[in-house]
């Protein structure tokens, strides 16, 4: 049996000049390893949104806005390939600062951490964040709190403050216009939560913990189909996996890019296989996980899949 | 300068018949890389837990409990050598489910994952779960959140879980009898988080995003000296981390037993001199990362600690 | 000094319809992490290979031609883009293997190790090779050996091995070809070895350890310019670093391309900055390591450089 | 079948006041991930060295020497634990360095490395090596290079260097004194080849490349039953395993110790199971992975097993 899977054998990538990067994935699609999990990975996201009864999910989680892929997020969503995003706060707190012109700078690793202290800049690995640009933060997002309504989802507390932002390439603000929600579980956990503690120490806000699980789930419910690409892993990636687990119904496309490893147990290395035996990922569902830089295949696939349609 | 601080040669690691951790540890105080950096988070610990006016923090992240982590975790707590404790809720959810009875099987992680969810076994890595053990935990905690208050905050929620648990071995327990708050920024990203969607769909029930952030703060103004015990990364990294951004006083302590790698950019593998850009961690801060699976750092350093006081 | 530094704000790459490797690699000029190292890594081959007096090292490590990367570098010799080449002995092994119309075969890493042995199908990770193909690699060999001089150096071997194959895509052959060395300082550390062990059971064959030092050592000397490209780690890039040490030269760019960590010590996983400390690579070097699969980050390097040209 | 495989429930570790390492690991034996595979490398670790008809190899690779770990090895060897050892050059360098009374040091890996080289201070990790030292080498290794025969294997060729030491803690002089073989495919990729350079410019010396290969297969057929102790991977890993494949035999027990990872298909980071579908590992062998860092566990496993017998 194993022996007539003997049928693929490995053709060798050839590199043109002046070829498209759908064309170098192409190149790539007999080869093994990390590039035959890429190629996989482009096919699984090009079935998936050009699938128009798939519900997409995407997870989004590691410092992915402070490194430049923001565009990238707020651009699938506008382009209807994110039904429902998962982010960390802080890819949602960056996106902000962003979204009223404040900049991330590239920086280095290298560098004494307590000199960057003395001159106010926070670093995220080779990304330098003035820290000044949160008291510009503060300003935007104080008014914002003062119209909330004193009791709200996370979806609905996100929403507001994406209605509030004028940058359309602000994933917060795309997510607002396309009727897109945005859940974040630990919202608390980023500087928009300092912010809310801030605010409350002389104003009432009652965002409820539990409150979206019930439209998280519903849309589950409802999906004819559904997939799921995961960024990092963390939260987002649990988050989106557990909501199945309370429908008969599992996910049918996964993609994870992520760094991080099986061996120690955690959930952000857990392989898709292992989503399996919970009921989350379907039995026959398509999945693959990419073990390289997602800044480097996030964009790969999204340009090779647009480049393919 | 340089020059003069070859003044530590490295010396050579002996194993004896019969020696203790502490012993072991203490052979291989004189060598580097993993082995140098265990032998400096002993002494990080030691120096933490024995500083009387030093509020110790730990974070706990990963499948620490599925693994077998649970006992040492909540005998540090009732050691004192933990005053709070921020987790995930993966691990909250697999401690009470140790606490009602029912267990975690040693597993494989070579196995098709589809066979095992016909047998209704969920998978952590090498860990097995019965799937029938949800319905225990359910059980457990419908009747508990019957008795909740309708609006609180999630360590309210989390002591209220802790005090009906019926095992001193459990962390929720634990922390409850030793009035140790327990932190989940995401909650509802866990097992308790389907459990409370269920409840509220023919209950009320209103747990506040943001209501913990007051109480933890104030414990960072309050704080003589802080140091921080961080296992795995995640959410409970960051959310202990940035507990301090808004004080005027940083970490004086910090160890971090991950497998995690800076490089990604993503807070979990970051480093803690990272963290002192941010003021989190304070410039003269003892602090250290192992690089290496957490649940043989963690019993060792544990083990270490205690045979040296 | 380091506010002054704040003049590069990260510019988020954005993704058009069949954009070329080429303007995808542009679009991430203004990123960070994994795909900011990308870019530099871009930079520094463009400009190794355009530099007429540099003389470029290869290193070539990893299962690099079993995974379908054989064409990429045997093209890049033949597009003068390697001077010397300095590989593992697997690599070569796999080399002769295809040049004999021998494949490789896509398999998958979850399968049975057991029953692939009754198979007589070999593993390496997700690529499956039939046992038989060694019996090949025999019959190819052999012949080639009894027309060895009785006492040779390592390259002059491999360079007589290259003379017989009749294969344009073979590495070998290409370097044969190109008048290119190829070192491989642990040659008997691979199936070559185990085929020479055979010969010499009957035949007198003696490959010199130490005869390739002198020639790669002299080509150190003599290089106006050099550079290195690092595909792995291993022994390749440990005998081309060294290389350097006993010349008053050192590197002029280096780039390496690894999962490897630094935190192990391993030399592998070794920083490109450590080696400055050796005069391996110049204090003013260009030098980047990008964290990432080397199989999807060559071929695009590759492929950027190539339509930038 | 699974179902009945719920027999080992996770047994949570405790840890006790001044616990032996035996200790600890027996606590240890319940637990699963890391902690778990640990356990189980102890286990086979024991069964292996108390098999009084088990071959032992020893594959050792990272820069083992330089960490500390010299001691732990030349005992192990002493201790008659250690049959065959198979090196990387690296390390036997560092072994001569340390046994003619030079040391190494305790440094930083956060350093300006163009400072480090203005003290002419080598790096690897956070250990410091002054280049003096390879004066010291030299000093040591031509006198020995003069006596040595035209003509010999690499394996003879550490044999006699081993001889000329006068430490009892060197790896080098501990496998000479118990007639234990040193293998070392790459020796010439360390500073041995670059004495090796230097000597042969004015006088003759052949080391055989392939001249090893019959005594170290020999072993392979002679042995009733094999086991093979890796830390690391590399080369010694490969050439270790492979020189089992032209026999009818195979190893019974297994032991690697590494971070490197299976997913980008190098050697080094290849489970133990990929070796049993070449039949280097058998069918029945026990074999583990433990994924943390050798510095640390290498320690453990030995002084766990020391205390157990």
Known sequence: ???????????????????????????????????????EAVDIYREMVSDRECTKFFGLAGAMVPAGMRQIVSDMI?????????STGANLVHDIIESIGLHHYKGTDTVDDVELKHCSINRIYDVFLPEQHFAGLEEKLQPIFRELPDKLSISEFLSHIGSKLDDDNSILKSAYDMGIPVYCPAIQDSIIGLQAWLYRQTNPLNVDVFADMKGLIDRCYEAKRSGVFIVGGGVPKNFILQSMLVTPKSFDYAIQLTMDRPETGGLSGATLDEARSWGKVGENARSVTVYSDATITLPIIVAAAKGMR
Chains 1, 2, 3, 4 share one sequence.
């Open 1 to 39: 049996m194993i022996m007539e899977t003997l049928d693929r054998p490995i053709r060798h990538a050839k590199i043109a000049k002046n070829m498209t990067v759908s064309e170098l994935v192409r190149s790539l699609e007999g080869t093994a390893f990390g590039a035959g999990r890429l190629c």
């Open 78 to 86: 506008r382009d209807e390939d994110i039904d429902i995003l998962v």
